[in-house]
């Protein structure tokens, strides 16, 4: 996957951590209304960028419509095998 990929993963994940901080302690307007839509495109970019991938399995295409984590779980999925690695 490019890094282009993974910095939209890493934004997904990372946004959507923050909205639910946010919702669960001082929930300030202002955090729900740059992280809402930053996390909206994020989640649109890791699924755009995951289906017109071509050497995307049809696994990793689906995970990617996962919200929230499907960034990191294509990513997880794309990742190649480590050496010694358990299964």
Do not use: Q
């Not at 729900?32 to 839509?37: A, E, K, Q, V």
């Not at 995970?63 to 990513?75: D, E, K, N, Q, S």
Request: glycine share 8%; with cysteine; net charge positive.
């Amino acid at each position: 996957m490019s890094v282009f990929f993974r910095v939209a993963a890493v934004v997904e994940c990372v946004s959507l951590v923050a909205l639910l901080v946010n919702l669960a302690t001082v929930h300030l307007p202002v955090i729900t209304s740059l992280g809402g839509p930053t996390h909206g495109l994020a989640y649109l970019v890791v699924v755009v960028v995951a289906l017109r991938d071509p050497a995307a399995s049809r696994a990793a295409k689906a995970r990617a419509f996962v919200p929230g984590i499907g960034g990191m779980l294509v990513l997880r999925a794309a990742a190649p095998a480590r050496p010694g690695a358990r299964a």
